[in-house]
Each structure stands twice: as structure tokens, then as C-alpha cells.
């Protein structure tokens, strides 16, 4: 699938993104994020993907 071979849909990552967000937030970790995978034909498709993760890194780490 264009989303790499987990099946995940663009909600699915945003879930799993969040989790982790939430998990890292909780024990009070770091996290590192970096882009990669998930490149789609359409280079809009990719990019949206790539922004979604900054997007829920803010939301999820906006208060600390």
C-alpha cells in the first residue's frame, strides 16, 4: 500500500502517532521524530503525511 506495508490509513498514523505522543508525553521521555517512508505518487499525498506528524507533535507537546 502507499502508506508502507502496515495497511495503516492516513487516520490509522494519526492514532499511532498520537499514542506515542501521548505515551513519551506521560513518562516524561525524549522523542525524536524524523520523516521517512510512506512516499506517495502524489507528491501532495506525501507531504500531508509529513505535515500531519509535526501537526500532532504540537498539539500533543503545545502546553509544555
Not at 10 to 23: D, Q, T
Not at 36 to 44: A, E, K, L, V
Not at 51 to 62: D, I, K
Request: positive net charge; without cysteine.
Amino acid at each position: 500500500d502507499r502508506l508502507g506495508r502496515m495497511g495503516l490509513t492516513f487516520a490509522g498514523i494519526e492514532a499511532r502517532n498520537a499514542a506515542v505522543y501521548a505515551l513519551a508525553r506521560r513518562l516524561s521521555v525524549p522523542l525524536a521524530v524524523t520523516l521517512g517512508g510512506g512516499y506517495h505518487r502524489d507528491i501532495d499525498t506525501s507531504v500531508a503525511a509529513h505535515v500531519a506528524v509535526y501537526r500532532g507533535l504540537v498539539h500533543a507537546f503545545a502546553s509544555v
